[in-house]
Structure formats: structure tokens, C-alpha cells
């Protein structure tokens, strides 16, 4: 019964490549949520997501960043043209159902040279 | 503003010593977690809250929603329990999304 996994642990881009970071949730999880946390910051909401819906992403940047949640397939945060200061971590959380307890994956590093 | 305010930011201890980590907010909550993050490591999910008190081995955790304020206690504390504290709500009013504390430092020397 694995947990949450996201790959890759950690990712190197060039400024303007394009980052695309996954998140498989827990087994029957259909709630997927992903958060960053930049450096010395604290963690801060992206976007909620259902399997293929976008429920919440008031926390998305408004350009260069997107999100989905196949029907099959864990789900992807995409990053394009990435900028030095998108280098951060970035964790994805995922749930049974609305408003239960999150199990957290291990998160991705991504640095931006 | 919807904040979420942690202190102490930083808790050195000695091996041994009753810990506690103070967690306040603002407004209405329908959830309240509590969160551990090693260095360089994940997040591991250890309480989730809406009242009254719950325990996990050395770790108690309380919350007061008329006062609106939650207690991460750690008993007889070890240098494995060194790691950020990190408290996060669920407003009542935005969903499932939380919004998180900027955590506590926790270092505990043998």
C-alpha cells in the first residue's frame, strides 16, 4: 500500500526549459492537492484537483503553470519556461474524500539554473 | 486576513524536556493538522483536529476553538523528534485547501 509518490525527488532546468512534475496518489485517493514551499518560506496552496476536474486552483500563477488529473494516470503540475524563481519544493497531497486527513508525498526539488 | 500564527519560530531542547508548540488563528476553522517536515525530507501528516485532544504515542496535540488556538505537546523528548512543526487550517469558508504556519524549528540535543 504505497503512499503518495512524486517524481522525480529532485529536477534540474535551464531557465525557459519546461518542468513536469507527478503526483500519484494513495491508493483510492481521488482528491489530489499540490502546495509550494519556497526557500525559507512556508508551504502555500496551488490548486485541488479531482479526477479530470480543476476544483480549485486559486493559487496557480496566472501564466506558465497548469495542472490535470487524468482519468487514468497520476496527476501533473506543468511548469513552462521556467524562471529561477520557480526553484523550489513542490509537495502533492492527496485525499479520500473532501475534508478528510491529506497524506503528503515526498516532494520534488526543483531547481532552475 | 485568514493567518495562521506559530511560536515559538525556533525551540532548542534537551533530550528529555516537555515541548510545546503554540499554533493560533484567525477565524472560523472546520479542520486544523498538524504536520512534521525533516530536512530535505517530506511531510508527514500527524493530527488532524476539529476539537477537544488527541494523543500519539509521545505526541498530544489539543486545539480551543473558542479561543482559537491549538497545542502540539511533545513528552520526553528525543534529538529524533528535531524537525519543523508546521500547523496548517481548513477555513470554514475555502474548502479542503489549508493554509499553513510558517513552522516551528525544533532541534533536540542528547
Known amino acids: 500500500n504505497a503512499g503518495v509518490m512524486q517524481n522525480p525527488r529532485h529536477l534540474v532546468r535551464r531557465r525557459g526549459q519546461e518542468a513536469r512534475l507527478r503526483c500519484s496518489p494513495m491508493?483510492?485517493?481521488?482528491?489530489v492537492y499540490w502546495y509550494r514551499q519556497l526557500p525559507e518560506e512556508g508551504l502555500k496552496f496551488m490548486v485541488y484537483?479531482?479526477?479530470?476536474?480543476?476544483?480549485?486552483e486559486s493559487g496557480m500563477p496566472k501564466e506558465r503553470f497548469s495542472a490535470e488529473f487524468p482519468k487514468e494516470g497520476p496527476s501533473i503540475l506543468r511548469i513552462q519556461q521556467v524562471v529561477r524563481g520557480d526553484s523550489a519544493a513542490y509537495f502533492c497531497?492527496?485525499?479520500?474524500?473532501?475534508?478528510?486527513?491529506?497524506?503528503f508525498g515526498s516532494g520534488t526539488r526543483l531547481t532552475v539554473v | 486576513k485568514n493567518e495562521v500564527e506559530q511560536s515559538p519560530q525556533n525551540l532548542t531542547a534537551q533530550e528529555g524536556e516537555f515541548i510545546t508548540i503554540n499554533c493560533s488563528y484567525s477565524?472560523?476553522?472546520?479542520?486544523l493538522h498538524w504536520l512534521q517536515q525533516h530536512p530535505g525530507g517530506g511531510i508527514v501528516s500527524l493530527f488532524m483536529?476539529?476539537?477537544g485532544k488527541k494523543k500519539h504515542g509521545r505526541l498530544i496535540a489539543t486545539i480551543n476553538i473558542q479561543e482559537k488556538h491549538s497545542s502540539l505537546h511533545i513528552t520526553a523528548s528525543h534529538p529524533r523528534d528535531s524537525a519543523v512543526y508546521i500547523c496548517?487550517?481548513?477555513?470554514?469558508?475555502?474548502?479542503?485547501?489549508?493554509?499553513f504556519g510558517e513552522g516551528t524549528q525544533l532541534t533536540v540535543n542528547p
Open positions: 491508493k483510492g485517493h481521488s482528491h
Open positions: 483536529l476539529s476539537s
Open positions: 484537483l479531482q479526477k479530470e476536474n480543476i476544483i480549485d
Open positions: 497531497a492527496s485525499s479520500r474524500m473532501e475534508l478528510y486527513g491529506y497524506t
Open positions: 477565524v472560523g476553522i472546520s479542520a
Open positions: 496548517a487550517v481548513r477555513w470554514e469558508t475555502s474548502g479542503s485547501r489549508l493554509t
